[in-house]
């Protein structure tokens, strides 16, 4: 048989694509490089029929003019496309197109994790309803796989943790003020000069990215609905370049990290920069790369590791999950795995977290201060696990301290009783330390 006749038997599975910019147009042209494989590689062609965008006057270079429109009616009539690809972002109408979608028993791909850090369980279960696939594995982490083993790959375990390093705009940030001594508005700068950072960088550098991503995965790796409002999330503006010295000295560096912990029937969920030892994994990922480590009862530590943004890397991921989708169609099984949130574990408050802590007091130099600041320590149940007393650059001494673990709120309540001391000048770094 002739490969040209092989093709025109083989199924045909349109997609339409919603939104044409950065991962748009990375998904394009990877259709377009894959054309002929796939029919040998997954037994059918793929292929855009349609490209939605808010404007279609605008030229875009190598994009086939008859397929753009600016109609969402003109896609949702159209009963030959199979596969809805929403990468154009927001809320809305993105969550009504998506929803007019399945309820027209089309099957979904999207990058949005706007929307499935919110309103993802909503959307899966709608999906299960109508036998349709909802795929969504660029949301988290660009184009390192990391949803479907943590939704397939993994089920066989008892998931205790997922931590990660989501967001590239502050890993570059962060990176460069250890590697190359940069202030923080410099290497932002610098990071939006590269095309880490959003338009309005807000979401990066405040953890709000990181806690939409962190919503998504703990939802799949602890069975049980977590959504971005049950997030807290701190962000990187706060943090210096002493701070960095500091880490360094103590053979750590500072990383934004987002922590999902399952314990004693409660999930927590925090994003907030932590002093990560340099012997740790995650220590070593830097620039704008992303990796998550997960650890499970079965598997023990695992860590996925790769480009957590960007046109092909992000096209990569959707490209994935078309393919998967494809698959099913020609198997006629869509619809196979949809919410695997089976549980509803209530969300550790902030306060009940434990964590070590790292900070800098500047204090009076005389005898009793390190005793009175001490007692403050016992009073609250803060156990020091070091401290090391310097002159300060100004007057008096310098205190560097490291705490055992320490309940979120014991600590809150340590900070606030030293702060009302005389003799207490000033508390700066007040950073975590994962342990
Ligand atoms: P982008 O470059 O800003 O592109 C957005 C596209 O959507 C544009 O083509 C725009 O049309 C179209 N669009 C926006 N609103 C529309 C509307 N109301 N109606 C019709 N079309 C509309 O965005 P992006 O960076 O590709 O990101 C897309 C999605 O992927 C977002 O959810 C983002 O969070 C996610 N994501 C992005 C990355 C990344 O590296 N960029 C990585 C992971 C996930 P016009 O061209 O006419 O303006
Ligand atoms: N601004 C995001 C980041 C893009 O820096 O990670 C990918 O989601």
Same mark, same amino acid.
């Given at each position: 048989m002739s490969e040209e006749k092989t093709v025109k038997e083989i199924k045909e599975i349109n997609i339409a694509l919603l939104g044409l910019g950065t991962v748009g147009m990375g998904v394009y042209k990877l259709v377009q490089r894959r054309k002929n494989e796939l029919p040998r590689k997954i037994g059918c062609c793929v292929k855009v029929k349609k490209i939605l965008v808010r404007n279609a006057y605008k030229?875009?270079?190598?994009?086939?003019?008859?397929?753009? &429109?600016? +109609?969402?009616?003109?896609?949702?009539?159209?009963?030959?496309?199979d596969i809805v690809v929403e990468v154009m972002g927001g809320l809305e109408p993105a969550?009504?197109?998506?929803?007019?979608?399945?309820?027209?028993?089309?099957?979904?791909? &999207?990058?949005n994790k706007d929307l499935i850090a919110e309103q993802g369980h909503e959307l899966l279960v709608m999906a299960e309803e109508k036998h349709c696939d909802l795929l969504y594995e660029a949301s988290v982490g660009g184009g390192i796989p990391?949803?479907?083993?943590?939704?397939?790959?993994?089920?066989?375990n008892n998931i205790d943790m997922v931590l990660g390093i989501v967001n590239g705009t502050t890993n570059y940030i962060l990176t460069r003020m250890t590697e190359d001594g940069m202030e923080f508005d410099e290497a932002l700068a610098k990071a939006t000069d590269l095309g880490y950072a959003e338009a309005d960088p807000t979401s990066d550098i405040e953890g709000y990215d990181a806690g939409r991503k962190l919503a998504i995965?703990?939802?799949?790796?602890?069975?049980?609905?977590?959504?971005?409002?049950?997030?807290?999330?701190?962000g990187i503006t706060r943090i210096t370049s002493t701070d960095i010295r500091y880490a360094d000295a103590m053979d750590c560096v500072i990383k934004l990290l987002a922590v999902g912990k399952q314990e004693e029937g409660q999930v927590s969920a925090n994003v907030y920069p932590m002093l990560v030892p340099k012997n740790h994994p995650l220590a070593s990922?830097?620039? +704008?790369?992303?990796?998550?480590?997960?650890?499970?009862?079965?598997?023990?530590?695992?860590?996925f590791y790769g480009r957590g943004a960007g046109e092909l890397p992000t096209a990569s991921a959707v490209m994935g999950d078309v393919i998967d989708i494809s698959r099913n169609l020609l198997q006629n099984c869509t619809g196979r795995v949809g919410s695997t949130c089976?549980?509803?574990?209530?969300?550790?408050?902030?306060?009940?977290?434990k964590n070590c802590y790292f900070f800098r007091l500047q204090v009076e130099d005389m005898p009793g201060t390190l005793a009175s600041i001490s007692s403050v320590f016992s009073k609250h149940n803060v156990s020091i696990k070091q401290v090391i007393q310097k002159p300060a650059k100004k007057h008096g001494s310098e205190l560097v301290v490291v705490t055992d673990f320490v309940k979120e709120n014991d600590f809150a309540k340590t900070l606030d009783e030293l702060r009302t001391m005389e003799m207490v000048y000033e508390i700066s770094s007040v950073i975590r330390v994962y342990a």
């Open positions: 030229i875009r270079d190598g994009v086939d003019n008859d397929l753009i &429109t600016d +109609s969402w009616d003109e896609i949702l009539s159209d009963d030959s496309i969550g009504t197109y998506i929803r007019q979608a399945l309820e027209a028993g089309k099957n979904v791909v &999207t990058a990391v949803l479907r083993p943590l939704k397939q790959c993994l089920t066989g995965m703990a939802s799949i790796a602890f069975n049980s609905v977590v959504t971005f409002k049950d997030v807290h999330t701190e990922v830097n620039d +704008s790369f992303n990796a998550v480590f997960v650890h499970g009862d079965a598997v023990d530590d695992a860590m089976y549980r509803n574990l209530p969300i550790k408050p902030l306060g009940e977290v």
